[in-house]
């Protein structure tokens, strides 16, 4: 089955600087590629996602990049601000196929913004 | 989102004892899911269920139980077999899978502790 490997699992970073989590996973027929934020006791809400037939997908100061060809996708925060600060997830899914529409997360990454 | 209801916000089990938890939404999507998260683990996928009356094992069905008899809830049983229930759990909907993928969106979970 599916596998996502995330990483930095903790990333510190001073406000204002840019921040960057990778995951890669194992299924090639993987196509879907959401990233989720979750402050701390709270629900997890979908920052951006992407679809396998995109490289790149761009919203305000969050990007996320995919490479098929190495099944690997990216989030770039840019200019992070202290309300960045939390856990965010990577996760994968097919559109077809016997678990089709579930969701495979990596264990997550802890981002803190020092002001 | 607003759509999705959790009930209760916190939940004690005693020993050799059946808890139920509640998952409502009104946002007329197909498929329900329930996860469990762990410190460090990420979410993981014990049950889902893409239509009324279906649902299949996810990766962690062990000690879980769930049914779906209306569209618009999937409650999930933590039984006595389970020993080890302390998490926090989330559910989760979507649009149908299959039918282009859509995101998920998530309630405010349950956190259940053993007495």
């Known amino acids: 089955g599916e596998n996502v490997e995330q990483h930095p699992s903790t990333l510190s970073v001073q406000e204002g600087d840019s921040a960057v989590i990778k995951c890669t996973y194992s299924?090639?027929?993987?196509?879907?590629f959401p990233w989720y934020k979750q402050e701390l006791g709270k629900r997890p809400q979908l920052i951006i996602d992407?679809?396998?037939?995109?490289g790149e997908k761009k919203d305000q100061r969050i990007a996320v990049t995919l490479n098929k060809t190495a099944k690997h996708f990216s989030l770039h925060i840019t200019e992070t601000q202290p309300e960045d600060s939390a856990v965010y997830f990577c996760?994968?899914?097919?559109?077809?196929?016997?678990?089709?529409?579930?969701?495979?997360f990596g264990k997550g990454t802890k981002l803190s913004v020092k002001p | 989102d607003g759509g999705i209801t959790q009930s209760p916000k916190y939940l004690f089990r005693k020993e050799g004892q059946n808890v139920t938890l509640s998952c409502e939404q009104n946002?007329?999507?197909?498929?329900m899911y329930w996860y469990r998260q762990d410190p460090g683990q990420g979410l993981r996928l014990i049950y889902y269920?893409?239509?009324?009356?279906?649902?299949q094992k996810g990766d962690i069905a062990e000690g879980y139980s769930v049914s779906r008899e209306k569209k618009e809830s999937f409650p999930l049983t933590v039984t006595s077999a389970q020993k080890n229930p302390t998490a926090f759990y989330l559910c989760?909907?979507?649009?149908?899978?299959?039918?282009?993928?859509?995101?998920?969106?998530f309630g405010d979970g349950t956190r259940l502790s053993i007495l």
């Open positions: 269920s893409q239509i009324v009356n279906d649902f």
């Open positions: 992407i679809r396998s037939n995109v």
């Open positions: 946002l007329n999507h197909d498929a």
């Open positions: 989760a909907s979507s649009t149908r899978p299959g039918t282009g993928n859509q995101p998920q969106h």
């Open positions: 299924d090639s027929a993987s196509n879907y």
């Open positions: 996760a994968a899914s097919m559109e077809y196929g016997g678990s089709q529409g579930n969701l495979i």
